[in-house]
């Protein structure tokens, strides 16, 4: 197991009910199964961008760090742009 520390943990916070409210008012159904996975994505590429960092010897922190969450987050919405530019296709 892998902790996150307290900074980490505040900004997912921020993230969890902003990624919740924009898949309750999707009228789309698919948009909304897709931003209700992308609370879950963020942690888990946050999890990915730690390890990374720690792999590479740049890093030897503990737990997953703000610098993870914010990554992991830009990237679940990254990829929440990009499902909603293929569903409206």
Request: aromatic fraction near 8%; hydrophobic fraction near 50%.
């Amino acid at each position: 197991d892998v902790a996150v520390a307290p900074e980490a943990l505040e900004i997912f916070k921020v993230y969890s009910p902003e990624v919740r409210r924009q898949a309750y008012r999707s009228r789309n159904d698919d948009v909304a199964a897709m931003l209700s996975k992308s609370e879950g994505l963020a942690a888990r590429l946050a999890l990915v961008h730690f390890e990374i960092r720690r792999a590479a010897g740049g890093h030897d922190a503990a737990a997953v760090d703000a610098e993870s969450m914010a990554a992991g987050i830009t990237m679940a919405r990254w990829f929440a742009r990009e499902a909603r530019r293929v569903y409206a296709a």
